[in-house]
C-alpha cells in the first residue's frame, strides 16, 4: 500500500504528484488528479495504449473503469481520516457513449458512508459534464 | 465455426487493441460460447507496491476484454458489440507474480443484446473476481467490411 507518509502528505497538501508516482497501474494509465477547494477533479490524459476499438478509435472500456475505479478509491481515501486505500468490494458500470482518443474527467460522490462500508457515485465526461460517457457505483470496505 | 477459426478471430481483434496488446492479453481455450484469456503479471499493473497486488483496473480490463471477445465465438458472423454494462465483484486480491485467467460465456444472445458473464481466476481455480455484462448488437453493417475482413481474415 502506499505508504502512509505520502497519503499524510497527499492529504495535507493537495498535492497528488507522490501518490499517483507510487501507484504503478496510476502512473501507466496516467491518472492524474487536482484539487478545486474541496472538489477532486480526476483526469486521464490522452494515451495511445489506452485504446481499445480502433476504428472510432475510443479508450478501452476496461481503461475506462479502472480510471474511474482507481478515482474513486482516492477520493474516498482523502475524505476520510484514516491513512489508507480502501479495498474495492464491487464495481457496477454503465457505459454511455463511446469514449474518445480525449482527454477523460471524474468526479466522485460519496452517497452513504457506513462504518465499514461506503458507497460512490462515479461520473466520467469528456467534452462536456452534462454528457456524461459513464456512470459507476462501487463499493468500498474500509476497515478489515 | 470451428475451434482453429475462433482462436484465429479472438487474436486478431486482440492485435487491434493497443490496451490488449500492452497488458499482453492472450486466448488460452476456446469453444462453442466461451472463451478463456490470460492476463501476464507484469510490474507496470501494480496497485499495490508493497505486495505486487495488482490493480483492480487491470482485472476489469480482462473481464471487460474477454467479455467483450467471447460474442465472436458465439456468433457466425463478426461485429463489433458495444459494452452496455458490467458488473464487477471482487472476492480477493490475485496473488502477485502470477497470470491471471478469464472465463466468459454468452449465457443468453438475443437479436439486440448479448448477455455474459465472466470468472477471473488463478492457478488452483481460486476465484479472484466475478463479471456480468450485457453488449449491445449493432450488427454486422455497422462495423466497416475492411475491418470485419482483418479479424475474419476475408473468409467470410
Known sequence: MTSPEILKYTQQTGDFSRMLESVPYAKWIGLQCDRFGDDLIFRLPVKEENLG??????????VIGGFMEMSAAIYLMMSQDTLRMPRIIDFSLDYLRAGL???????????????????????????????????????????? | MNDETRIDRVTRFLSTLNQAKALGLAPKEVGDGYLVMELPYSDKIIGNPDTGVIHGGAITTLMDTTSGSVMICALDEFE?????DLRVDYMRPAEPRKPVFARAETYKVTRNIIFTRCVA????????????????????????????????????
Request: aromatic share 6%; glycine share 10%; net charge neutral.
Open chain 1, 101 to 144: 482518443n480525449r482527454e477523460t474527467y471524474a468526479e466522485c460522490h460519496l452517497t452513504r458512508q457506513g462504518n465499514r462500508v461506503a458507497n460512490v457515485m462515479i461520473t466520467a465526461w469528456q467534452k462536456s459534464r452534462s454528457q456524461p460517457i459513464a456512470t459507476a457505483r462501487a463499493h468500498f470496505l474500509l476497515e478489515d
Open chain 1, 53 to 62: 476499438n480502433p476504428i472510432l478509435p475510443a479508450i478501452h472500456g476496461g
Open chain 2, 80 to 84: 463489433l458489440c458495444p459494452t452496455l
Open chain 2, 121 to 156: 481466476y488463478q492457478e488452483g481455480g481460486e476465484i479472484i473476481a466475478n463479471c456480468v455484462g450485457t453488449f449491445m448488437r449493432i450488427g454486422k453493417e455497422a462495423s466497416p467490411k475492411s475491418y470485419r475482413d482483418l479479424i475474419t481474415g476475408g473468409e467470410e
